[in-house]
């Protein structure tokens, strides 16, 4: 039975931005390729749900259709991305998603992996990357305001963040070693798809379109 997506998920208003799902549902292909602001940037939503939101409900319904079938007869969700990257309480709840679905879901470089971005890519069941694409891993941004101590307590967890969440999730999809990571994620690590392909950030280099369309 051919999936079945609300019209609202479809006919997005690309005034406000880039993201798109393609009209051939059935297809079960995703764009990524917008910046990832936070859920209360309402300028950013659509409808009920964020751009993400939609990303991650669309993959829990293709895995509710799905849930008869062994993993290898289920048709692969395809998510291409091209995104600077973003806020990483809207970007995880993604990442997750990613991780526990049952359905394949691949992810194909089409541009840049940057950031919160890179996070998302790296966590596809299959990785893929056109050739000359761009990679960034690094430790992001903050900036903190308020009293010393809501300053303090916001520096705190964005430590654990980056070393309980971060840190494994990067080790978890890569055969990057601890030290490797240390060293590298303080700085704006650049990255071109052979170094990707090598610390095992992705999978395959496309050489024939075929391969991900």
């Not at 490797?180 to 690590?189: G, M, P, S, W």
Request: charged share 30%.
């Amino acid at each position: 039975m051919p999936y079945d997506i609300p019209d609202k998920l479809i006919h997005l208003d690309t005034t406000v931005t880039n993201f798109d799902i393609l009209k051939d549902a059935k297809e079960r292909r995703i764009y990524l390729t917008y910046e990832i602001l936070a859920l209360d940037d309402d300028e950013y939503r659509t409808g009920e749900l964020s751009h993400l939101g939609q990303v991650v409900k669309f993959i829990f319904d293709c895995n509710r259709e799905d849930k008869d079938l062994p993993s290898a007869e289920r048709k692969p969700i395809k998510i291409y991305i091209n995104s600077p990257g973003g806020d990483l309480s809207e970007g995880f709840p993604l990442v997750s998603t990613i991780e526990l679905s049952k359905t394949p879901v691949y992810t194909i470089n089409i541009g840049q992996w940057s950031s919160m971005s890179f996070y998302i890519g790296i966590t596809g069941h299959k990785r893929f990357s056109l050739p000359n694409m761009t990679f960034l891993l690094h430790d992001g941004y903050a900036g903190h305001f308020g009293s010393t101590n809501k300053v303090q307590d916001r520096a705190k967890f964005e430590e654990r963040l980056e070393t309980e969440v971060i840190k494994e999730h990067v080790l978890k999809h890569s055969n990057m070693s601890s030290a490797e990571y240390d060293a590298l994620a303080r700085v704006e690590y650049y990255m071109l798809p052979d170094d990707a392909l090598r610390h095992g950030f992705i999978d395959k280099i496309v050489t024939d379109i075929n391969e991900i369309l």
